[in-house]
């Protein structure tokens, strides 16, 4: 299975997700447990934008498996 990265620059912190193809509702459960905890600086916006950009990728490479 191929590798996949996201990641998010924050300040003085960099989020960085790897995962493979079709492990995306985890990466997701992932960006939610982050979010609800206070004791980080990864908040409900970080998790939308990550989120956001995650789908952006899948439409991408469902658009260039269908041509």
């Not at 924050?10 to 982050?34: A, C, N």
């Not at 004791?39 to 998790?47: E, G, I, K, P, R």
Request: overall charge negative.
């Amino acid at each position: 299975m191929e590798m996949r990265q996201i990641s998010l620059v924050k300040g003085s912190h960099r989020f960085v997700f790897r995962y493979t193809s079709g492990s995306e509702p985890q990466i997701i459960d992932s960006f939610i447990e982050l979010a609800d905890d206070a004791n980080n600086d990864f908040d409900w916006f970080d998790a939308a934008v990550l989120s956001y950009q995650m789908g952006k990728k899948m439409e991408h490479q469902l658009d260039e498996a269908i041509t």
